[in-house]
């Protein structure tokens, strides 16, 4: 469950993120929402209970929100780009394959057959999901931009999971702490980051309004309360599961387009979400 809650709010605040960036400067619409978690789990931190965090689990929550940092970046401006329902799946299915092979590899885990069969579904689900009837430049734009998110979110969901169970919210903040600092080092090299010039946007360098800042910042407090779910979750769960589950939040933006946005999609992208829900059916057996 805190898996599946923890897809759900990633996959509310990234398609959020996305439809900002469309008018907005991804980089600074990222900046925007990883101050805002920063403030959100600095808050709950000390409230959150656990013991104090060790300098190891404030490294492990640094290394996380380094690859936190790169991933939204890459996210919002692949969104900015190209379709949101092509990027995310994309972002996905790195950030699914690559903690599975390192925790298998490395760490010793050994998920379960069931678990395994659901991981193994998840792939050609995710790849399904980001099927379209047309492919262009942009897209392919697009992809590149999620292929490269999909490491800082495999970096993120690894370094994070390697945090002591008592260090509580102590190494998210930390993980906050220095996304902020890799997406504004980010923000000052604008040069390293088109955007899509097909339509006039604002400078990189333009504050955002109050109202764009404020759903920007939202962005960020839901992918906060994300990352504390799968925190939890990889207490009570193997890394493999916990992320494989975090990684099905694709499905989210795509449902939310069918019912807000009226989106049609393919046949081959409905039964990605067919397979997709399957996926979660098997991971979550006993």
């Given at each position: ?59 492990w929550g640094a290394l996380s929100g380094a690859g936190t940092g790169v991933a939204m970046v890459f996210l919002f401006r692949g969104m900015s780009r190209g ?41 050609p689900a995710l790849w399904l999901v980001s099927r379209t009837r047309t492919t262009t430049a942009d897209t392919a734009a697009g992809v590149r931009d999620g ?140």
């Amino acid at each position: 469950m805190l898996g599946l809650l923890s897809a759900a709010l990633y996959g509310v605040a990234d398609a959020l993120g996305g439809v900002l960036s469309r008018s907005w400067p991804p980089v600074r619409v990222a900046l925007a929402g990883q101050v805002g978690g920063l403030v959100v789990t600095a808050a709950a931190a000390p409230l959150a209970g656990g013991t104090a965090p060790t300098s190891a689990d404030l490294a492990w929550g640094a290394l996380s929100g380094a690859g936190t940092g790169v991933a939204m970046v890459f996210l919002f401006r692949g969104m900015s780009r190209g379709a949101m329902s092509v990027v995310i799946p994309v972002s996905a299915v790195g950030g699914l394959a690559l903690p599975v092979l390192v925790t298998t590899v490395l760490l010793g885990e050994r998920p379960s057959a069931w678990a395994w069969a659901g991981i193994t579904l998840a792939l050609p689900a995710l790849w399904l999901v980001s099927r379209t009837r047309t492919t262009t430049a942009d897209t392919a734009a697009g992809v590149r931009d999620g292929l490269v998110a999909s490491v800082g979110i495999a970096l993120q969901y690894l370094a994070l999971a390697q945090a002591s169970p008592g260090a509580g919210l102590w190494p998210v903040t930390s993980g906050r702490v220095t996304a902020v600092l890799v997406v504004a080092a980010m923000a000052l090299l604008p040069a390293l980051l088109p955007v899509h010039r097909a339509a006039p946007r604002p400078a990189p360098a333009q504050p955002l309004p109050l109202r764009v800042t404020a759903l920007a910042g939202l962005t960020g407090v839901l992918a906060a309360a994300a990352l504390f779910c799968y925190l939890l979750a990889t207490r009570t769960a193997l890394v493999a599961v916990a992320s494989a589950l975090s990684c099905l939040y694709p499905v989210v933006p795509v449902l939310v387009g069918l019912t807000f946005l009226r989106e049609r999609p393919g046949r081959t992208q409905a039964a990605g979400l067919v397979l997709a829900l399957a996926a979660c059916a098997l991971i979550v057996v006993p």
